[in-house]
């Protein structure tokens, strides 16, 4: 019923920036939160940023202060605005909805290197 297409992910050099995108088909997506989540080979799944139907938004310490959730309801998108980005943001990152069943995006590669 709902898929999960992202987007934005690329290479990036170290004080650069990306925003991913992702994009929602299916119905009452607002009512929904959504999480972002990052894994890099060998390492524990992180989740990166949350955002609530109600706007509420959650960061991860690692990048608090560097990354910035936002939805828009009307275009069922949810954007992850990733500035200063470091090597340690290296990871496939994936878009998540979470309705009573969690449906997760196919993941998109970001990794940052000089």
């Known amino acids: 019923q709902v898929q999960l297409v992202e987007s934005g992910g690329g290479l990036v050099q170290p004080g650069g920036s990306l925003r991913l995108s992702c994009a929602a088909s299916g119905t009452l997506f607002r009512l929904y939160a959504v999480g972002w989540y990052r894994q890099a080979p060998g390492q524990q799944r992180e989740l990166v940023a949350t955002i609530t139907g109600g706007h509420s938004t959650n960061y991860a310490d690692s990048v608090k202060g560097r990354f910035t959730i936002s939805r828009d309801n009307a275009k069922n998108t949810v954007t992850l605005q990733m500035n200063s980005l470091k090597p340690e943001d290296t990871a496939v990152y994936y878009c998540?909805?979470?309705?009573?069943?969690?449906?997760w995006g196919q993941g998109t590669q970001v990794t940052v290197s000089s």
């Open positions: 998540t909805l979470h309705m009573p069943t969690t449906i």
